[in-house]
């Protein structure tokens, strides 16, 4: 199944009594074929997929140094920026909606965005290592 905007979940898995989002796509990978439409959005799909799962374990990572308020703000953060994610892509892609650009262009919004979050979530791992 292509992707297209909202083909992504947030899976909530309980961690000390809290609850952590945990990104999963919900597509069959596409093959990576840089010469057609369908093989862009399949190189976008599997670049996604690495990038959630680097996500995930930064999240895990990070959560598990917080205090219980800390990790209640982490997890409104994390849940506000997949809300942000889903909505910017889905805005993006509509300059070329019903074409077949779309989803390319969703997939790439995906993979801009998951790449800078695994920065920030990097960051924050860090100063939180360098402070304990």
């Given at each position: 199944?292509?992707l ?36 862009l ?30 990790g209640?703000d982490f ?50 791992k ?7």
């Amino acid at each position: 199944m292509p992707l297209a905007s909202g083909a992504t979940t947030i899976v909530r898995t309980a961690s000390s009594t809290l609850v952590l989002p945990v990104l999963k796509e919900d597509f069959t990978l596409l093959r990576c074929n840089k010469n057609t439409t369908i093989g862009l959005e399949g190189c976008a799909e599997h670049r996604i997929v690495a990038l959630d799962s680097r996500i995930n374990a930064l999240r895990h990572d990070v959560f598990h140094v917080l205090d219980h308020r800390a990790g209640q703000d982490f997890n409104l953060a994390e849940n506000d920026w997949f809300t942000y994610r889903q909505a910017m892509c889905t805005s993006e892609s509509d300059v070329n909606a019903g074409g077949t650009l779309q989803p390319v262009d969703f997939a790439q919004c995906l993979v801009r965005l998951d790449a800078q979050h695994v920065s920030e979530l990097t960051t924050m791992k860090s100063n939180h290592e360098s402070s304990g």
